[in-house]
C-alpha cells in the first residue's frame, strides 16, 4: 500500500510539474490595493491551494482535539467505574 501511495504521489508531481512548466506566464493579481501585483500562474494556483486547505487543516484538527477530549474523560470515567467495582461499598468495614 505505501509503494502505491508513493506511485501515485510520484505521478501527481510528474503531472504538477508539467502544468507549472507549460503555464508559467504573468498574471495581474489586483487584492485590497490599486496596485496591481504580477506572478506567474502556478505561485498563484499554489497559494490558493495553500489558503484553501488551511480552514481544511483546522476544522480536522478541532475535530480531532474533541475526540481525544471525549475519549480521555470517557476513559477517567471508565477507571473510575472500574476501580469502584472492585470495592463497591469502600466506607463499610467488614466486622472482626
Known amino acids: 500500500m505505501r509503494t502505491l501511495r508513493l ?6 508531481g510528474i503531472a504538477l510539474t508539467t502544468f507549472a512548466a507549460l503555464n508559467w506566464t504573468d498574471v495581474t493579481v489586483r487584492l485590497w490595493t490599486t496596485t496591481p501585483i504580477t506572478l506567474p500562474l502556478p505561485l498563484v494556483i499554489a497559494a490558493a491551494v495553500i489558503l484553501g486547505a488551511i480552514p481544511v487543516w483546522v476544522w ?8 481525544n477530549r471525549r475519549l480521555d474523560r470517557t476513559q477517567r470515567a471508565l477507571d473510575v467505574a472500574h476501580a469502584a467495582s472492585r470495592n463497591p461499598n469502600p466506607a463499610v468495614q467488614p466486622e472482626a
Do not use: E, Q
Open 7 to 12: 506511485a501515485i504521489a510520484f505521478l501527481a
Open 60 to 67: 480536522g484538527s478541532l475535530g480531532h482535539w474533541t475526540l
